[in-house]
């Protein structure tokens, strides 16, 4: 457990026995504790671990806020809803369907991953009752516990994003919708993977975070960002970049999967050229490749 901020703290759930890949926070509140992306529910038993690290118990984890639904990041909350009856989960009006019926959401993720995989990366994904779902448009302003939490619709990831800003701390909890680090590097790594990559909505995304003028991002890969303005600033750079580079590499001869190795090794130079030595073997290979399917499905739509 490691404070961020006074009544905020970063908690790793060690996905899959790795440090420094998912990490969730808690918030303290008047009204018990509130947890930024729970992780996936193959890491709930961790994730309790997290809790009892507070001194506390299932039933002090009385909020959820989800940024989105993808299964890494809002896995676990069925079975959070199961242990707690009184949780109230804050999920944008999009992916509020999806928690309380997963079976799409799962069935596409075994599409990609594979069914023989799926519990050993995933867990089994549990549904929440809608009594527990409280769904919003982005905008609004959540007094809980005597914290106050603005939240916005942030798409260009997911068509469900949502970022979260904690005014006590200044800190603004952006999901994927920024990318992540490595290292607590700072340096920024854009997140693609298909179906809803939309560049244009992830950069103004960026922008409509830094509107809160945070003093600090929270990663959920990974950590704290101190540098904020810095940050996004990067990631919009890295982005167009590798976004072009993709756009460019759709009239290059070989299949897909030729394309998207040879912009993965690109993308993994630029990285190296940034990152300290120590870091190199940090950076996810599997997740840039998949980044450029990501961005060629946003170009075909376009360019259709």
Avoid at 167 to 190: Q, Y
Avoid at 264 to 271: A, G, I, Q, T
Wanted: proline content about 6%; overall charge negative; hydrophobic content about 40%.
């Amino acid at each position: 457990m490691t404070a961020i901020a006074p009544g905020a703290s970063l908690f790793d759930l060690e996905y899959r026995g790795r440090p420094g890949h998912i990490a969730t926070c808690f918030l303290e509140t008047a009204e018990g504790l509130a947890v930024v992306d729970p992780g996936p529910a193959s890491t709930f038993s961790r994730f309790q671990d997290g809790v009892r690290a507070l001194g506390a118990t299932l039933d002090d984890v009385r909020i959820v806020l989800v940024t989105h639904i993808h299964l890494d990041h809002s896995g676990a909350t069925g079975w959070l809803a199961q242990a707690q009856p009184r949780l109230k989960v804050y999920v944008q009006e999009r992916g509020a369907p999806h928690l309380i019926d997963p079976g799409k959401l799962v069935r596409s993720a075994t599409m990609i991953y594979g069914a023989e995989n799926m519990l050993d990366l995933w867990g089994e994904v549990k549904p929440v009752p809608p009594d527990r779902i409280v769904a919003l448009a982005g905008g609004e302003v959540l007094r809980l516990g005597g914290r106050s939490i603005a939240c916005a619709y942030t798409p260009g990831h997911a068509a469900h994003h949502m970022a979260w800003y904690d005014e006590a701390t200044g800190t603004a909890f952006t999901g994927d919708v920024l990318g992540e680090h490595v290292g607590m590097s700072e340096v920024a790594i854009p997140v693609t993977p298909p179906p809803d990559i939309d560049v244009e909505l992830m950069l103004a995304s960026g922008d409509r975070v830094m509107e809160w003028q945070p003093e600090r991002l929270f990663l959920t890969h990974f950590g704290p960002v101190k540098s904020p303005a810095r940050f996004v600033d990067q990631h919009a750079t890295r982005l167009v970049l590798w976004s072009e580079r993709v756009r460019a590499s759709l009239s290059e001869e070989g299949t897909d999967e030729d394309r998207a190795r040879r912009c993965r090794d690109l993308s993994r130079r630029d990285l190296e050229a940034l990152l300290p030595k120590e870091l190199h073997a940090e950076i996810e290979e599997e997740a840039i490749y998949g980044n450029w399917f990501g961005l060629a499905r946003y170009w075909r739509k376009k360019m259709a």
